[in-house]
């Protein structure tokens, strides 16, 4: 059984790696002072992504406390949206390091952004987004905010 952390959804992490070695990186996709994120492989041999967050922050009373809490609140806010996985990724799997320096998600792979296919469109002379795929788009982002 791995333990949890509180009543959170995240587990604790013995290892000080990308979840005890069940993935492997493909490559960093995007980077920013407080997050990094990894296209990853499974054991499993699927392809997700993987968020490792700095948890700490700053001022580790202020910052951690409340990285902590949105932490919480993003993991809790994907399981819960789990029966809109046609318009939300999919939460695979999230634990917290044991260092309690860096916290990771994962989630379904989605190698194409919206920008991507926009830009896509754009370029190969398909003209603007019909109304309907807009409202369509639309619709989509409001059931994943709601």
Not at 41 to 49: I, L, M, Q
Not at 64 to 90: C, G, M, T
Not at 117 to 125: F, M, P, V, Y
Request: hydrophobic share 45%; net charge neutral.
């Amino acid at each position: 059984v791995t333990p949890t952390f509180l009543d959170s959804p995240l587990k604790m992490s013995s290892v000080l790696a990308l979840g005890g070695g069940e993935y492997s990186v493909l490559r960093n996709v995007a980077h920013s002072p407080t997050t990094t994120v990894m296209e990853v492989k499974g054991a499993d041999g699927f392809v997700y992504a993987l968020k490792r967050i700095k948890v700490p922050g700053m001022l580790w009373q202020s910052d951690f406390p409340r990285n902590l809490r949105n932490l919480d609140r993003e993991v809790r806010s994907l399981k819960a949206l789990q029966w809109a996985s046609s318009v939300i990724v999919r939460h695979v799997d999230c634990w917290l390091e044991a260092d309690f320096n860096f916290a990771c998600i994962v989630m379904e792979w989605l190698p194409v952004t919206l920008k991507a296919t926009l830009d896509a469109r754009i370029r190969d002379a398909e003209g603007p987004v019909s109304p309907d795929l807009v409202c369509t788009f639309m619709a989509q982002l409001s059931v994943g905010l709601a």
